[in-house]
């Protein structure tokens, strides 16, 4: 992340990250199927970690 974003920008990013997560976990719940549910998990995962990334992003922009 460049150093010019701006906690408006964070905010927005990590708006859309919580909503991948919980659209992801709608999805895990209508799946069934180890190689689905397998898949689903790992996205979930990407997406949890890019959120505290971000989330550790903006507590710093915040200090």
Do not use: C, F, H
Not at 9 to 27: F, G, H, K, S
């Amino acid at each position: 992340m460049s150093p010019m974003t701006s906690l408006a920008d964070l905010e927005a990013r990590i708006a859309v990250v919580r909503d991948n997560i919980r659209e992801l976990t709608e999805q895990a719940a209508a799946y069934s199927g180890a190689t689905d549910e397998a898949r689903i998990a790992d996205r979930i995962a990407e997406q949890e970690d890019l959120l505290a990334e971000l989330l550790k992003e903006r507590e710093a922009l915040s200090k």
